[in-house]
């Protein structure tokens, strides 16, 4: 409330807009210790807004990788936008409303969920194939890059597609798979849908961006993004085909391979926008954003806390003593670093299981050396594999939702 009276007095004093200054959010005490001005912080979480020249990016994003981080920020799509900007002021509400509904979450009894096992999902928890996933990531990581900007930004998105079509030759349900197109950017986006039986308007959301970036200085151009993310785009498709010949979920169930990510999460924030103006019942959306790197151990798991939902990861932390038995480690990106985020900001629960720790994770990433090598752990990334089958499986036959 407060927010709309600002909303209204603060409307005209937007933009001194500067072009080569970046908006992004990043956590205010790593933004100061790169020396940059934060302009505005939100209280609860610690994120701060600035506007940062190249020069300060280039150093935030060293700091960052000090610090075991990757990029560092978030680049929002507000050039040179004032503080106090209506804009501004509307994502820190929507941050801090996540931060107030986990808060409260966390300070209600619904903090514990208790769930019995149920042996279809146990059994299909155990059809996970390595191979299945080594197929998916050599073939997608055979491109020379799956940039979303780059000459070809459609080649490695229809190569899946194939592949997401033949692996479902074995389908027993209809699953309806198409592209997604965006006003911003070439690339297009894939989801495939297997409609729920009763509650078909609750959906339950699982993706990974499916294109890749080369950021290196001096580098070749090439970007395998074997790792970073063909892994958990290969994790979404093997819970497909798993799902694909189960009995019909009583939920809708979508999978997608989002355009964009390395772009600014560009395809997934359209996506979220989209669905949140049609007011579409998302129940969850977990990210699977980087599995194939045992950085911290091949059992443990790391989870992001910001920007994912607190009842989802009590969810989360309950399936897995069910089904999956790995050591989850909380922590943080600090910023909206993968697609979980533009759900987030729309107010959807989401959930982001990682490959490790985030200083443990794999430092190949967005170079031409992110391919499949002796350190591809195809065992840990099936572990991903399998909490996407389990959360799919349970959520879609439950009447479980966020408090
Ligand atoms: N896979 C990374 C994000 C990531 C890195 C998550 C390390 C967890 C640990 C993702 O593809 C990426 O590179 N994101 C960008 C930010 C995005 C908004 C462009 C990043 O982290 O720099
Ligand atoms: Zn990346």
New binding site residues.
């Given amino acids: 409330m407060i927010r709309s009276l600002l909303l209204t007095s603060l409307f005209s004093s937007a933009a001194l807009a500067q072009p080569s200054l970046k908006a992004v959010l990043a956590d205010a005490s790593l933004l100061k210790e790169a020396g940059v001005r934060v302009l505005r912080t939100e209280s609860l979480t610690g994120v701060g807004y600035a506007q940062i020249t190249p020069d300060q990016e280039t150093k935030l994003s060293r700091l960052a990788h000090a610090h075991g ?7 929002l799509p507000l050039e040179g936008v004032h503080e106090l900007n209506p804009l501004v002021t509307n994502v820190f509400g929507q941050i801090a409303d996540q931060e107030l509904k986990n808060r409260r979450f966390v300070s209600s009894s619904h903090a514990f969920l208790s769930m019995t096992e149920n042996p279809a999902i146990t059994a299909a928890v155990g059809e996970v194939s390595e191979d299945q996933l080594r197929q998916t990531v050599k073939t997608l990581s055979s491109f020379n890059d799956r940039t979303y900007n780059g000459s070809r930004p459609n080649e490695g998105i229809q190569a899946m597609r194939a592949r997401i079509e033949e692996v479902l030759k074995g389908a027993t349900l209809p699953v309806e798979i198409e592209y997604v197109q965006h006003k911003g950017i070439k690339q297009n986006s894939i989801r495939a849908r297997i409609v729920g039986s009763t509650r078909p308007s609750e959906i339950v959301v699982l993706g990974g ?1 499916l294109d890749s ?1 080369n950021q290196e200085w001096f580098g070749n151009g090439q970007a395998p993004g074997a790792d ?2 063909a892994s958990g785009s290969s994790n979404i498709l093997e819970a497909l085909r798993i799902l694909s010949h189960q009995k019909q979920p009583e939920r809708t169930i979508e999978f997608f391979w989002y355009a964009g ?5 560009l395809g997934s924030s359209e996506i979220a926008q989209t669905y949140k103006s049609q007011k579409k019942d998302v129940i969850g959306a977990l990210q699977l ?2 599995t194939l790197f045992a950085g911290t151990g091949q059992f443990v798991l790391g989870s ?1 806390t910001d920007f994912t939902s607190a009842w989802l990861r009590s969810y989360f932390e309950s399936l897995n003593t069910l089904y999956i038995k790995a050591k989850i480690v909380n922590d943080k ?1 600090g ?4 697609d979980h ?1 533009s759900w987030n900001r729309q107010g959807y629960p989401t959930l982001m299981p ?1 490959e490790a720790t ?1 200083k443990d ?1 794999n430092h190949n ?2 170079t031409s050396s992110d391919v499949v090598d002796s350190k591809s752990n195809f065992t840990h990334s099936a572990m991903f594999a399998k909490i996407a089958v389990a959360y799919a499986m349970d959520l879609s036959n439950s009447t479980l939702r966020e408090p």
């Fill in positions: 981080k990757c990029g560092g920020f978030e680049a961006h970036i970073d993310n990510e390395e772009g600014g999460l954003d980087m992001m990106c910023y909206g670093c993968s985020a990682f985030f994770m990433i967005h």
